[in-house]
């Protein structure tokens, strides 16, 4: 007899940063889920913005199913996904709702998820996430061709999916002794997309399309139009950029996995060479600072180092 999806015992796992506000609406979003959540762990990475007192302060903390697990450091969306899935799982739960401080699920979201749950090899089920405008968020959602997911929102059957991000991702708390967990020593970028590899290799990622998170990533800002030869192109300030490290060093890692050596030095150098172009052609700020970051970032991909305070070191050179 199959098990209806409704009895299955669910957990959140939510990673936040000194986001307190957006964590709160979050956090009501998911208190108010049809099929409510069965504990919801809170994984804040060492919040300065006083998270840990407005919750307390609001009364979530005296709801039975939070759990506030307060890090000392900020080990990162990838520790914190980590640490969460280890939770989830150590404390028995069937699935683990993966979520970021600026996700808000639909009231449905998790009951039209769970529609998938019954499928008996499904690694993991993704929610269809959307802009706070309402707008598909494509690289959110890969399908199993590579292509992005953005018009399928009317399909009422699960599609299998290539990618999707840590945004509202249910992973079935079985698959982790087989794939393990997200990698820590990644920080931030291109964990979901390395961790998404592996569930693959335990069973499909399932897109449940009527199952709607709005995504309320922040607006960039700061950024500085400038023209090369008639090209505008929106450039980042240095305060921004240094954070890329992560992008640029994380995307050569997975592209080593997937095509060994030779090609990953490569595609280092080309990436390189075209970075530090634009940045010259542009004229960026801080280009020392910048060609710094962009050779150490494939260095340390190619040479296995993930020093993940670099970024911050740069910045505080930066300082007066």
Request: include cysteine; glycine fraction near 6%.
């Amino acid at each position: 007899m199959t098990e209806h999806p409704a009895t299955r015992s669910v957990c959140v796992a939510l990673v936040t940063f000194n986001r307190k506000h957006l964590l709160l609406e979050c956090l009501d979003a998911l208190l108010r889920q049809t099929r409510p959540v069965d504990a919801l762990f809170i994984i804040d990475n060492g919040s300065t913005d006083g998270t840990a007192d407005l919750l307390r302060e609001r009364g979530y903390l005296a709801d039975p199913r939070i759990t506030l697990d307060r890090q000392v450091t900020n080990t990162g969306g990838s520790g914190g996904f980590n640490r969460g899935l280890q939770l989830g799982h150590s404390a028995g739960f069937d699935w683990i709702w993966l979520m970021d401080d600026d996700a808000e699920p639909a009231p449905d979201a998790l009951e039209q998820a769970l529609t998938a749950a019954t499928h008996p090899n499904a690694s993991a089920i993704a929610n269809y996430k959307v802009s706070a405008e309402g707008v598909a968020q494509a690289n959110h959602m890969l399908l199993e061709n590579g292509e992005a997911a953005g018009r399928v929102a009317n399909s009422a059957a699960p599609l299998p999916l290539r990618f999707s991000s840590f945004v509202g991702l249910l992973v079935r708390s079985a698959v982790i002794q087989q794939v393990g967990l997200p990698r820590a020593d990644f920080f931030l970028n291109q964990d979901d997309m390395e961790y998404c590899m592996r569930l693959r290799t335990a069973g499909p990622i399932l897109l449940v399309p009527r199952s709607v998170i709005r995504h309320k990533e922040a607006a960039r800002g700061g950024y500085v139009t400038r023209t090369f030869l008639g090209i505008q192109h929106a450039r980042a300030p240095f305060r921004a950029f240094a954070f890329r490290y992560f992008e640029l060093r994380n995307t050569t890692v997975v592209y080593g996995l997937q095509h060994g050596r030779l090609r990953t030095t490569l595609y280092a150098l080309r990436r390189s060479v075209s970075l530090i172009t634009a940045m010259l052609a542009f004229h960026d700020d801080h280009p020392r600072q910048r060609l710094r970051l962009i050779v150490k970032a494939h260095r340390d991909a190619l040479r296995g180092n993930f020093d993940n305070d670099f970024p911050f070191r740069l910045l505080r050179e930066l300082q007066p």
